[in-house]
């Protein structure tokens, strides 16, 4: 019982010392943590991270167990290690910077991730369950706040409203652009025949085909909602962050869109609400 009250006296003492500039540490120690984790799982990395977590144990014991020559040669390996691991990762880094940038409102491209959809949904839901029912393969992609200039640029502009019958002659298995993704960008259809980038996951199911991994891995790089059409088996999936929703029913398949495109404010009152609280406030407004 002594023993104990005096660890609790000194957690406590411990605890009291903490500041919130130790808080703020902490927390963003572990966010850039989580993030390590995640990119080692997104890339499916597991065993790269498992040799450098030797490497790291083993210039650790080096140390304690006074090994110098092995010690020393442990230092250099993971000093250059560190720079293979940025070329080995600059795909992942890169993508991980857009992101990062692409999110700050103030600077760069400074889109809402959420857009009003109500009418594009509509018109894709119907196109795709058409499709659907008739086995005719598709591929369209929802772009959000990460910017896809690169796929856009991989097809042909079109830049017209979206409509179920325009998708429909679009996939239309004749049709010269049917085999590559539509890209929707702010209500249109900005390009046609677009070529994505496919996943490297390697422990996908067999009887997925290149369409199902062009769209996984533009998810993967991108914030962007992907839909497939099976060419084969006529299911709709909907690929998001790099995991797969498949066979989805159509009343499943719109709610996902309604759910992931459909914002309920303003661009504006979305990006300044923060602001306005500290504006001051025009003669003749009142409080609410």
Same mark, same amino acid.
């Given at each position: 019982?002594?023993?104990?009250?005096?660890?609790?006296?000194?957690?406590?003492?411990?605890?009291?010392?903490?500041?919130?500039?130790?808080?703020?540490?902490?927390?963003?120690?572990?966010?850039?943590?989580?993030?390590?984790?995640?990119?080692?799982?997104?890339?499916?990395?597991?065993? #790269?991270? @498992?040799? =450098?977590? /030797?490497?790291?144990? $083993? %210039?650790?014991?080096?140390?304690?167990? +006074? &090994? !110098?020559?092995?010690?020393?040669? #442990?230092? @250099?390996? =993971?000093? /250059?290690?560190?720079? $293979? %691991?940025?070329?080995?990762?600059?795909? +992942? &880094? !890169?993508?991980?910077?857009?992101?990062?940038?692409?999110?700050?409102?103030?600077?760069?491209? $400074?889109?809402?991730?959420?857009?009003?959809? +109500?009418?594009?949904?509509?018109?894709?839901?119907?196109?795709?369950?058409?499709?659907?029912?008739?086995?005719?393969?598709?591929?369209?992609?929802?772009?959000?706040?990460?910017?896809?200039?690169?796929?856009?640029?991989?097809?042909?502009?079109?830049?017209?409203?979206?409509?179920?019958?325009?998708?429909?002659?679009?996939?239309?298995?004749?049709?010269?652009?049917?085999?590559?993704?539509?890209?929707?960008?702010?209500?249109?259809?900005?390009?046609?025949?677009?070529?994505?980038?496919?996943?490297?996951?390697?422990?996908?199911?067999?009887?997925?085909?290149?369409?199902?991994?062009?769209?996984?891995?533009?998810?993967?790089?991108?914030?962007?909602?992907?839909?497939?059409?099976?060419?084969?088996?006529?299911?709709?999936?909907?690929?998001?962050?790099?995991?797969?929703?498949?066979?989805?029913?159509?009343?499943?398949?719109?709610?996902?869109?309604?759910?992931?495109?459909?914002?309920?404010?303003?661009?504006?009152?979305?990006?300044?609400?923060?602001?306005?609280?500290?504006?001051?406030?025009?003669?003749?407004?009142?409080?609410?």
């Amino acid at each position: 019982m002594p023993q104990f009250t005096i660890t609790f006296q000194r957690l406590t003492g411990l605890l009291s010392t903490i500041n919130l500039a130790d808080v703020v540490d902490i927390l963003l120690v572990a966010y850039l943590i989580y993030k390590l984790i995640m990119l080692v799982r997104r890339t499916h990395s597991f065993h #790269l991270a @498992r040799g =450098v977590l /030797l490497i790291v144990l $083993a %210039l650790w014991l080096s140390g304690v167990l +006074e &090994l !110098r020559m092995m010690n020393r040669l #442990l230092q @250099r390996t =993971v000093e /250059l290690g560190l720079i $293979a %691991l940025v070329i080995l990762f600059q795909p +992942e &880094l !890169r993508r991980l910077l857009e992101r990062m940038g692409s999110n700050i409102p103030f600077f760069g491209n $400074a889109r809402i991730k959420n857009f009003e959809a +109500e009418s594009e949904i509509t018109q894709v839901v119907m196109a795709c369950t058409q499709m659907s029912a008739s086995h005719t393969g598709a591929l369209i992609v929802f772009e959000r706040t990460n910017m896809v200039e690169e796929q856009i640029l991989s097809g042909t502009i079109v830049n017209a409203d979206v409509s179920a019958e325009l998708l429909k002659n679009i996939f239309f298995v004749k049709a010269p652009l049917h085999d590559g993704a539509v890209i929707i960008r702010n209500g249109r259809i900005a390009a046609a025949g677009c070529v994505l980038p496919l996943t490297g996951n390697t422990n996908l199911s067999p009887d997925l085909g290149t369409r199902h991994r062009a769209g996984i891995g533009m998810s993967e790089q991108s914030d962007a909602v992907v839909v497939i059409v099976s060419e084969e088996t006529g299911s709709i999936s909907v690929a998001i962050d790099g995991m797969l929703k498949r066979r989805l029913t159509p009343e499943t398949f719109e709610a996902i869109l309604r759910a992931e495109l459909v914002r309920e404010e303003s661009d504006d009152n979305s990006r300044f609400a923060f602001l306005k609280r500290w504006l001051p406030k025009k003669r003749g407004d009142r409080d609410e």
